[in-house]
Structures are given as structure tokens and as C-alpha cells.
């Protein structure tokens, strides 16, 4: 072989294990996409640290769905849901230092509901802040702050309601109350901040519009969070000749109010916008049959196959009695949300808002849209009352606890709808 040829040789020879050397590289996987951040803020510890807890399996549960299905589609690739815990303690200070962390580790998308006041505190944080640092604006999806203000006087283009606010909610109670021609005196008792006021302001007006037969013969508020004692309060609603009680309250400030009642021997009902929940039926025991009304989104024993199918995923995802917290509303927010960027083909926050503004979203038979001009989420309501396991529309219960609630009242979407005051400053 020649001198020139033995040259030839070599380079082929050195050509081919480049080339091999560059296929092997790119038959390496490309490194995933940065996952999209979630900051959930929420008391995680205290007194509502149970209800932080709640609902930190439902987003869970919800960011696994969109994660399982591939992620968040997107041109440059599919993108997980990934989200992160923050504690608020139950106070607005620790929940504006924890939006202040999120932002520092990225996060553009932040999770609240569990208070009115903090979400209040964090519509106006996030405002301020997007208008000083448009690079790292701040998109807010709130599940369970229902103070009205939130999407009337108070609305900002950068905050989304996917619950229904107090006021409508009251209005389906108020549906089943007007048909009660027995009722003829209430008692109203809430938390002392603004959605328990708001909650007893609009009890007062609707039952002047729709029951002014009804005596209000007790009306008062309550420290957040810190009675530990009802025993007073159980005391003076049945010395007050009260057939029924009308409260907002939640959490642990609901559970114990339910069982100071039962505890005294009252005897009327209660109505309720959280009272199937938490610890509530197991509290009332019997004594809450017949008795409790409570509204919601969505309810377990809604009657259809689709809604039996997702609470039996729900529970097997979450099989403990102590973990049966699931809200069809958190679920409807997160497919709300991969839908937006998926439409915008950004995870930017304003395109994403933009896109949010026009959602809508059904999962298992249950659908909702959100209005753009007041970002206050339009779904369908539903109101139950509580029974033992195994009556008549009784199929699941609550917590283990044995009783449920039985559907008796549904309240379609364009029904539930209520007028805005909201002025959208829009970016």
C-alpha cells in the first residue's frame, strides 16, 4: 500500500469513529425541561394546619393528573407541574414573606384560598409587585378565598376566583331556606374578618328580601382561630329560641362550634358553606341528621356516574378516612391553568392570564368557565344535607364518619351567576 493511500486509510478510519462517536452522542436523551413551579401558601401548621394540609392532596392529586398525561404541552417541549409548599402560619405577614421566597426561587404561578384577608393581603402584594417587576410578574389562582370584594371592588387582572364567592353561595342556601316555612327565627355567627362579615351582611339582606318572616334573634363575630371553648356561644343559641343557625366558618372553628351545639342539645339546623368536611359530621354524630345543610361545587353524592368515578380515584389515590378532603373546583383550576399555557404557548404570566380569562374546563361530567370581567370562575353548585351511610342517596360518606350528604338541591351555572362591580385595570 502506498504512503498516500495508508493516509486515506487512517482518515477514514478516524471519519467513521467521529461519526460513530457523534451518533452515540446523539442517542443520549436530552436532558428533561425545567419543571413549571406552583407555590402553594397555606397554613401548614397551627390551628388550620389541617385544612393546609387538605388541600395540598387535592392540588397534589391534580399537578399528578396533568404530570401523568405527559405534562404541559408546550413547543419546546412538555413540561411538568411541580408544587412547592409554603407556610403562612395563619397570618398575612408569614404568607407576603413566603410570596417574597417564591418569587426568589422562581415561582410565577402562586396557590391560595384558606383565608380572605390573606388572599386580600396577596392581590395587593402581587399588583405592586408585577407593576415594579414585569420580568417576574405573578400570577394568582385562589380556590377558597369567597369574600365578594375579591372580584368586585378589590378585582385585579392577576388574580383568578375558580370558588364560587359568598355571596352566591348564600343565595343556594337561601334557595333551600325560603321552601322551610318552619323556620321562623335564625342565628347568625361567623369569624370576625372580612368573609365571616361578609357572610353575615349578605344572610341579613337575603333573608330580609326572600324570608322577612324570619326573626334574626342573634348576630354576632367571633376571634379567628382562637376559641378553643363554644360552649358559650352553644349556650346563647339555645337559650335564643334559634330553629337554625347560619354560619361561614370553617376548619377547626366550625368542628368545634358543631359539637359545643350537640354537646348543650340544640337541636335546630344548621346551615352551612363548609359543613361537610373536616370533622364536622363525626362531630354532630346523629344529632346532625336531617339537621346540616351545607353548599359546595361539588358534592360525592352528586348523582351521576361521572362524579362517582372521580371521587373513587380521588380515594384511592388517598385511601385513609382522615384524607377524604376533595374539592372538584382545586381539580377544575389546575386543567384551567395547564389549558392557559398550553393555548398561550408560554408559561409567561401575562400571555398565560390572558389565556386564562377565556378557560373552560369539564373533568368527569363536571365543566366551568372563567369570566373575563372579573376573573370570578362560573360553575354549577350543589346543595346537601346530612345522612347516615346507606340511606337514599347516601352511597359515600364523609371522613369515615358514617354520614354523608345527600344531594337535595342543584344550582346550574348561568343560575349561580351574580353581577360584578369589578373595573379591571388591565397591564
Not at 147 to 166: I, M
Not at 308 to 329: G, I, K, L, N, S
Not at 379 to 399: C, I, N, T, W
Request: net charge positive; proline share 5%.
Amino acid at each position: 500500500m502506498s504512503f498516500l493511500s495508508r493516509r486515506q486509510a487512517v482518515r477514514a478510519c478516524t471519519l467513521a469513529l467521529l461519526a460513530l462517536a457523534g451518533g452515540a452522542a446523539s442517542a443520549q436523551p436530552a436532558p428533561p425541561a425545567a419543571p413549571i413551579k406552583l407555590a402553594l401558601i397555606e397554613s401548614l401548621s397551627g390551628s388550620f394546619a389541617n385544612t393546609g394540609e387538605a388541600v395540598f392532596r387535592n392540588l397534589l392529586w391534580a399537578t399528578e393528573r396533568v404530570n401523568a398525561r405527559g405534562g404541559v404541552k408546550l413547543p419546546g417541549g412538555a413540561r411538568a407541574l411541580q408544587l412547592a409548599r409554603y407556610d403562612s402560619k395563619g397570618t398575612n405577614e408569614e404568607a407576603l414573606s413566603a410570596l417574597r421566597a417564591a418569587i426568589d426561587d422562581g415561582v410565577h404561578y402562586v396557590l391560595q384560598g384558606n383565608s380572605s384577608a390573606t388572599a386580600a393581603a396577596l392581590i395587593e402584594a402581587i399588583a405592586k409587585h408585577n407593576q415594579r417587576e414585569p420580568g417576574r410578574r405573578v400570577v394568582f389562582l385562589n380556590y377558597s378565598a369567597v369574600d365578594p370584594a375579591l372580584t368586585n371592588d378589590k378585582c385585579s387582572f392577576w388574580h383568578f376566583r375558580f370558588d364560587a364567592h359568598a355571596d352566591m353561595r348564600m343565595a343556594a342556601l337561601m334557595d333551600v331556606m325560603r321552601e322551610d316555612q318552619t323556620l321562623k327565627r335564625a342565628y347568625l355567627i361567623g369569624q370576625d374578618y372580612s368573609f365571616g362579615q361578609a357572610v353575615l351582611r349578605e344572610a341579613r339582606r337575603q333573608l330580609g328580601l326572600q324570608r322577612p318572616d324570619v326573626a334574626i334573634v342573634g348576630d354576632e363575630l367571633h376571634p379567628v382561630g382562637r376559641v378553643k371553648d363554644f360552649a358559650p356561644y352553644a349556650v346563647k343559641i339555645k337559650a335564643s329560641g334559634a330553629q337554625a343557625v347560619i354560619t361561614g366558618n370553617w376548619g377547626n372553628d366550625l368542628t368545634l362550634l358543631v359539637k359545643a351545639a350537640r354537646e348543650v342539645g340544640y337541636d335546630g339546623m344548621f346551615y352551612t358553606f363548609y359543613g361537610n368536611a373536616l370533622g364536622a359530621p363525626a362531630a354532630l354524630g346523629d344529632a346532625g341528621v336531617g339537621k346540616v345543610v351545607a353548599v359546595a361545587d361539588w358534592l360525592p353524592n352528586l348523582p351521576t356516574q361521572g362524579s362517582e368515578d372521580f371521587y373513587r380515584a380521588f380515594r384511592a389515590r388517598f385511601p385513609q378516612p382522615q384524607d377524604d378532603y376533595v374539592h372538584m373546583r382545586m381539580q377544575l383550576m389546575v386543567e384551567a391553568l395547564a389549558q392557559a399555557m398550553e393555548r398561550a404557548t408560554s408559561t409567561e404570566p401575562l400571555p398565560v392570564a390572558r389565556a386564562l380569562e377565556q378557560a373552560s374546563v369539564s373533568l368527569y361530567g363536571q365543566a366551568g368557565r372563567m369570566r373575563a370581567a372579573d376573573h370570578q370562575f362560573q360553575q354549577s353548585l350543589v346543595v346537601g344535607v346530612m345522612d347516615r351511610l346507606g340511606a337514599p342517596g347516601v352511597k359515600f360518606d364523609v371522613e369515615g364518619s358514617g354520614y354523608g350528604f345527600r344531594v337535595v338541591r342543584q344550582i346550574a351555572a348561568d343560575k349561580a351567576q351574580m353581577p360584578t362591580s369589578c373595573r379591571m385595570q388591565l397591564p
